[in-house]
Structure formats: C-alpha cells, structure tokens
C-alpha cells in the first residue's frame, strides 16, 4: 500500500496518526507571520492577500483528505494545481484536471527538481503517516521544499488535534508529527499545522460524500450501535472534511501563518452525539459505555460491524481513540480562526447528521 494513496482513518482521529489533542498555549506566528498572537480582535496583520496565481502541490493528494483538499482548490481559479503521488497517474475525473507528477520521496534532489520545475510556491502534505517510511518521505519533502528556489510555504500532514509530547504514552507515532514540526522550524519555511478535530464524516458513512475511509468512532450510526468511552461527557470538536479543506484554502489568502490554524464546525460529547444520532435515525441505538478504567487498560467494546479491517485493528483503533477522548485530547480551545473566514458557514453536527440520514428514519 503506496504512502500517500490511501488515508487510514487513524490518520485524522490521533492514532498511529493521530492529532487532536488538548492545548492551552496562545496560537504563535511562524516564519513571516507578524510577531503577535492572533486574536479575533486583532487579525488584521493576517489577512494581507496574494494576488498573483501560485502553483500549489498536494503530496498524496490521490485520495483521502488529499483529494478533497485538491477538489477545494480547483474551485479557485487563481490556483494551479499539482498532485505529488508515488503512483502513476489515476484515471479520476479529479485529478484529471490538475497534473499529477509521479515523485520519489527517497530522491530529495529530484523531488527539489520537480519543485522547481513547476514553480511550486506552496505544498500542502497529505501523506498517509502511519509506518517510519511514511514518516521519511514527509521529512524529505520538507528538506526538499527548504532547498527549492521556489518553494516557500508548507502545510504538514496533520489534520486532527493539537500533538505535543505529553500524549506520546497514549500514541507513541506522535513522534512522527513532532518530529516534522521541529524540522519546519529549522527551515526558512513558512508552515502551520491545521486542526479541525475529529472530522465528523465517520457519523456519515457510508452515505455522506466523503473521500475517507470508512471507520466507526464511537457511534456507528448506520447500524444504530454505539460504543462511548467514559461517561460520553468528553467534548471533542468535529469539523466535516469539505468545510476543512474550504479553510485550508482560504488560509493561503494570508501573508502570515500562526504555528497552528485550529477550526471547528462543532463542540460536542458522546452523549449529545448518539441524542442526535438517535433523533436522525428515528429509533434508539444499542449502547455500550466503556468506563475510563477499563479504557485506561485498554479494554473496550470493538464496534461489531467491521469494514475492510481487521477485529485487531479495530481494536487497537478504539482504544486510542477512546484514550484520547477521556484525555480532552479532541476538545480543542476556543481560540480559533473561523472567525477570519466569516464566509465560511461549517456544518454543525445536527444538520450533518440530519441531512444524512433523513432517508433513513
């Protein structure tokens, strides 16, 4: 399986892929960005806007969140876009109108070739993080983009909660997302991290137009079952996944990039979840609740409906997700940057939840 092909659903709920967590320190400007904490006050110093048109690549934007960050971008026309994929080139209607490049990570020189070739001012990684050599070829794309003529901005393949070392014992491949972020801030580069929380696609599934793939994270609301960690009090932030490509556009309209752009389209728990679950599906789900002590020693109820994984896999997915949950690693604070875009109207998780399943009530 090709690192930047397909998107694990770990990959944007904290797993071996994991990023969401509790943070409490002030959003910090990066390379380029005004030396001020952004506020919704004070935003003014970020909204400075490119007008000439810049080439953006999208690394393993073949699929997964990569694809419907490309399909955000082809929406804007001042945009020319390119898809970095270790794959020759995929027959999708899509990517068809960008021009995918086929690229290997291990060869910075030539990936250095490629960026400069095309003129690639920013790069947007969506790679797949989930093994050492996944994690690799990010880091080489990094020092690729830092020696290109050309390119001066990167986004990182992160995509959930707030990663900082004090989660490393829930997930130690955090280490993968740390280790990128230490090597941007070495670079001349200018980089943020974005994090929108858990995206609430999974409560969609398999109906909701989506390029993830298919997992249950905690309420399966298409077999009605749910399995909550804890009491299901935890808040988690829940963002569907076009709406987070939306402002990942938008973020390139700005001169300067905090450390970490947080959005959300909603607060919610567990428990207000399966109400709303149970409200769109018309019917009362079965529920299982896994104590916080049992999901501390990582026994838990594994959904019973399993798509294209493993009991195992399923298992250990559930686990790090329910610890991160109980840990307030997926209530992320409340200074955001939605207010930047106000012409961004999210999604919240009643009308998702709602406009999915009516027909199924």
Known sequence: ME???????????????????FYHTPIKPTHSAPNTILSHQDTSEYTNKYTKMSTIAVAGGTGGIGKTIVE??????????????QSSPKEDPVLKQTQQIQINYN????VVETLEKHAVHTIISAIGIYTDEAAQSQMNLVQAAEKSSVTKRFVPSEYS???????????????????????LKKTKLQYTRVCPGVLMDYWGMPRVRTNIHQHVIGIDVANCWAGIPGDGNDKMSVTY????????VKLLD?????EFSIFAGDDITYNELLKLAEEARGKNFDVVYDSADNVKAGQVTVPPFLTGISEEEAREMTVLVSRLTIAGA???PQERMN????DIKPIKMREFLINTWKDEA
């Open 339 to 342: 207010a930047l875009f106000p």
């Open 330 to 332: 997926f209530d992320l």
């Open 107 to 110: 060869d910075i020189d030539s």
């Open 254 to 258: 700005l001169e300067g990039w905090p």
């Open 161 to 183: 909660f707030i990663q900082t070392e004090d989660l490393l014992p829930h997930d130690p491949s955090i280490k993968y997302w740390l280790d990128a972020a230490e090597l």
């Open 3 to 21: 690192v930047e092909k397909q998107d694990p659903p770990t990959y944007h709920v904290g797993s071996a892929t994991s990023r969401v967590r």
């Open 241 to 248: 996944s076009y709406d987070l490509a939306a402002y990942i």
């Open 72 to 85: 955000a971008l082809l929406q804007e026309p001042k945009y020319r876009v390119i898809v970095l994929t």
